[in-house]
T-cell receptor, first 116, second 113 residues
């Protein structure tokens, strides 16, 4: 079974530029998560989708971050404009969405963003 | 609010010795607890989880974790450490209200040859 795929793996941009990340979850997984992991910290949930609907985006800085999952499969996360403090690893994860609290998340390799 | 704490930033252990990475939790209701490992430039890999049942949970790569309700702990253990176990380990709990995963700050494990 293929895992969660993410691209690009690395991205370097200047502040005020825009950037987009792509995620393809494990086949059949209904739930998709985007996390931000700042160096030295644990992952912080940005947004959670169930199929193509948003379940939780309470910690997404909506003035600059946006995410979509139009067909309930792939997802993109965009930052526009980027700030220095957005430098982090952006992790995508997916879970089956069928086991409630027992669901296990599986993570992709992440995209390391550096904002100069 | 639900939370997890990993009291040690780093744990050093000699190869072949047993290892323990500590995690304590605070939840309302039944805890759903997870351990993940992160190797350099990689995403988090699932190791094991406690949902209910036996207090000793066995997971991937020879790891196990002991759930202790009275001490609200879920420590990760391995009987004999390998140099290749050196990585960053995260404990997580699911918030019973929002279903969110709440991660600890991570513990860096260094296994010395």
């Amino acid at each position: 079974e293929a895992g969660v795929a993410q691209s690009p793996r690395y991205k370097i941009i200047e502040k005020r530029q825009s950037v987009a990340f792509w995620c393809n979850p494990i086949s059949g997984h209904a739930t998709l998560y985007w996390y931000q992991q700042i160096l030295g910290q644990g992952p912080k949930l940005l947004i959670q989708f169930q199929n193509n609907g948003v379940v939780d985006d309470s910690q997404l800085p909506k003035d600059r971050f946006s995410a979509e999952r139009l067909k309930g499969v792939d997802s993109t996360l965009k930052i526009q404009p980027a700030k220095l403090e957005d430098s982090a690893v952006y992790l995508c994860a997916s879970s089956s969405g069928t086991s409630g609290m027992r669901d296990t998340q599986y993570f992709g390799p992440g995209t390391r963003l550096t904002v100069l | 609010a639900q939370s997890v704490a990993q009291p040690e930033d780093q744990v050093n252990v000699a190869e072949g010795n047993p290892l323990t990475v500590k995690c304590t939790y605070s939840v309302s209701g039944n805890p759903y607890l997870f351990w993940y490992v992160q190797y350099p430039n990689r995403g988090l890999q699932f190791l094991l989880k406690y949902i209910t049942g036996d207090n000793l949970v066995k997971g991937s790569y020879g790891f196990e974790a002991e759930f202790n309700k009275s001490q609200t702990s879920f420590h990760l253990k391995k009987p004999s450490a390998l140099v290749s176990d050196s990585a960053l380990y995260f404990c997580a709990v699911r918030d019973t209200g929002t279903y969110k995963y709440i991660f600890g700050t991570g513990t860096r494990l260094k296994v010395l040859a």
